[in-house]
């Protein structure tokens, strides 16, 4: 490799940029992959998908700390990225009650902030998924 690729490499490690999905190479589903960046165990649903549900705290923390966690969840497009992908990217996710739902449709990055920490998982061209927020529960299922 050329210096000007390891120094490209090193920056997006320095600045916790997501990598650009490449169609095709990256396995496994949404879902799942949103599972390993925040740590938890991936469950499949009857019909193969991906889907779970996680709180932000426990029963334990509940009480210790009174609910003090929050959870926040926001799409931005990959670049390059037209005028377009940003309009699309607004319009995924919205409120739902008392809380939020994304309907995510890839090429795009979901951030999500969890227990303190901003994940930046990418979906690639064709991927679905949807991502509730009620409160500090979240479910995310990958669709077909």
Same mark, same amino acid.
């Given at each position: 490799m050329t210096k000007p690729i390891w120094a490209g490499l090193?920056?997006? #490690?320095?600045? !916790?940029?997501?990598?650009?999905?490449?169609?095709?190479?990256?396995?496994?589903?949404?879902?799942?992959?949103?599972? $390993?960046?925040?740590?938890?165990?991936?469950?499949? #649903?009857?019909? !193969?998908?991906t889907e779970w549900t996680i709180n932000a705290m426990n029963f334990g923390q509940r009480v210790?700390?009174?609910? $003090?966690?929050s959870t926040g969840v926001g799409v931005t497009p990959i670049e390059p990225a037209t005028v377009d992908d940003y309009r699309r990217a607004e319009d995924m996710c919205g409120p739902d009650g008392k809380g939020a739902i994304c309907k995510l449709v890839g090429r795009m990055n979901f951030r999500f902030l969890w227990k303190g920490n901003r994940i930046v998982t990418p979906l690639a061209a064709g991927e679905k998924a949807t991502?509730?927020?009620?409160?500090?529960?979240t479910t995310c299922r990958t669709e077909g």
């Amino acid at each position: 490799m050329t210096k000007p690729i390891w120094a490209g490499l090193a920056l997006m #490690a320095l600045t !916790g940029a997501a990598r650009p999905p490449e169609t095709g190479t990256m396995t496994p589903d949404f879902c799942a992959r949103l599972a $390993t960046d925040i740590g938890i165990d991936k469950p499949a #649903a009857a019909d !193969g998908r991906t889907e779970w549900t996680i709180n932000a705290m426990n029963f334990g923390q509940r009480v210790l700390f009174g609910g $003090t966690f929050s959870t926040g969840v926001g799409v931005t497009p990959i670049e390059p990225a037209t005028v377009d992908d940003y309009r699309r990217a607004e319009d995924m996710c919205g409120p739902d009650g008392k809380g939020a739902i994304c309907k995510l449709v890839g090429r795009m990055n979901f951030r999500f902030l969890w227990k303190g920490n901003r994940i930046v998982t990418p979906l690639a061209a064709g991927e679905k998924a949807t991502i509730r927020v009620k409160g500090l529960r979240t479910t995310c299922r990958t669709e077909g």
